[in-house]
């Protein structure tokens, strides 16, 4: 089960209330915080941002030919 929530005074708020019994085990994801400054960069650099968080080993997994075959890809097409 997923719950979200929020720190605050540098302690994590659920949004929703949940009734944990005592002693639970629980584990944390920080989520990256949506960054507002987004807005007034160029997008090639936000492209090259959230790229350089994905290995090299993930983008040797692409085809080849993807960007020629996108749409075979993305859609299912019949390549071109």
């Known amino acids: 089960m997923v719950y979200r929530g929020h720190v605050r005074n540098g302690r994590v708020e659920l ?7 005592e002693g639970a085990e629980v584990e944390l994801t920080v989520v990256r915080p949506a960054r507002v400054e987004y807005a007034d ?17 993930e983008w040797d997994k692409l085809p080849p030919d993807l960007t020629d075959q996108i749409d075979h890809y993305v859609y299912g097409t019949p390549k071109q």
Request: no cysteine.
């Open 15 to 21: 949004d929703d209330p949940a009734a944990l019994p």
């Open 41 to 57: 960069r160029p997008i090639e650099e936000i492209i090259d941002e959230i790229m350089a968080d994905v290995p090299v080993s």
